[in-house]
């Protein structure tokens, strides 16, 4: 089945830093772009990065542009969020997800992993 795991959250205090994962299976992962969102509680949800198939063309939200690093390693179905300089504002439930498949599609997508920046 088509599944994405996110890992990686925690619990940490302002400028801090965190490195989340995301394993995929049940699909070409190598064939699809990936993104990172996040979302706060009461909050829509947000695109934080993207990268292509390739990792060719990565984007950023204004937000964390200098702060976060999205990469991928399609030999190991995953891609990467490192997050340094952690604000509060950062705090929320960060989900990934394949533009390119259904999963992106559907209502729920799953748990996410929850990132806590606080002191």
């Known amino acids: 089945q088509v599944q994405l795991v996110e890992s990686g959250g925690g619990l940490v205090q302002p400028g801090g830093s965190l490195r989340l994962s995301c394993a995929a299976s049940g699909f070409t992962f190598s064939s699809y772009t990936m993104r990172w969102y996040r979302q706060a509680p009461g909050k829509e949800r947000e695109l934080v990065a993207g990268i292509t198939s390739t990792g060719g063309r990565i984007n950023y939200a204004d937000s964390v542009k200098g702060r976060f690093t999205i990469s991928r390693d399609n030999a190991k179905n995953t891609v990467y969020l490192q997050m340094n300089s952690l604000k509060p504002e950062d705090t929320a439930v960060y989900y990934c997800?394949?533009?390119?498949?259904?999963?992106?599609?559907?209502?729920?997508w799953g748990q996410g992993t929850q990132v806590t920046v606080s002191s």
């Open positions: 997800n394949a533009p390119g498949t259904l999963l992106f599609h559907r209502d729920s």
